[in-house]
């Protein structure tokens, strides 16, 4: 269990981490290729892309495939098929709201760093209240370099006014924890789907991993008639 008194700030990634969303990428990728001629597209090419920013995957893209478009088209028409998504559909993971409502209750602040559309990101958050909850909301265009470099880390800590060394950063997939690690970050792995495969190198390599944003808090609840409940 995480020991929150010697925490002062944290970091959540978005994707996977906070909101359920990485299977809507996965399926976005393969339709964007369709249409534009690309025949049966393997989920490996989204496996490769989940690690890139919106730039590099665009790059990739028209590389790969030698797509006759520019970069601005790929990055706007993908922004496109995925925006009803985001404003309509992605819930949140189980548990989000009372893990941050616990952090609010201890004062700690906290922020999104996300290689997801900024638009997207505010969109999603706006629809489940929790925008305003939020110190800060980092993605790729202040950071274009993404999360294989800890640029958009120490930016968030700068935020926060913390230490990496006091500072959890909440994350989903292996890159940004070996990211985060190595900048002197506290690490916080949660269990999503699409990162099953770097499984065991997730978990051996954070400071913590849990299954679920329910573990990340420490206590487990029940359903009752007035809501959540905790049970120590």
């Not at 792995?189 to 849990?210: C, M, T």
Request: glycine residues 6%.
């Amino acid at each position: 269990m995480i020991n929150y008194n010697n925490i002062k700030g944290i970091i959540f990634d978005l994707d996977g981490t906070l909101i359920d969303s990485m299977q809507i990428w996965y399926e976005i990728d393969k339709r964007f290729l369709m249409e534009n001629g690309v025949e049966n597209p393997t989920r490996d090419i989204s496996e490769k892309v989940k690690k890139m920013t919106v730039v590099q995957s665009s790059d990739f893209f028209i590389r790969e495939f030698n797509l006759k478009c520019t970069r601005e088209y790929v990055i706007q028409r993908i922004e496109e098929l995925v925006r009803i998504e985001y404003e309509e559909n992605i819930p949140l993971k189980p548990y989000a709201i009372e893990l941050l409502d616990y952090f609010d209750s201890r004062g700690i602040p906290y922020g999104i760093a996300t290689a997801t559309y900024s638009s997207l990101a505010e969109a999603v958050l706006k629809r489940h209240r929790i925008y305003d909850k939020m110190k800060f909301l980092l993605t790729d265009a202040e950071y274009p370099k993404g999360k294989k470099f800890p640029d958009i880390f120490l930016g968030a800590a700068e935020i926060l006014g913390t230490k990496p060394n006091e500072t959890l950063v909440v994350e989903d997939s292996l890159h940004s924890i070996v990211t985060a690690k190595n900048a002197g970050f506290i690490t916080a792995a949660v269990y999503d789907k699409a990162s099953a495969p770097d499984r065991h190198e997730i978990e051996k390599l954070s400071n913590y991993y849990f299954l679920s944003l329910k573990e990340l808090k420490g206590e487990s609840y029940e359903k009752g008639n007035a809501g959540y409940e905790r049970r120590s």
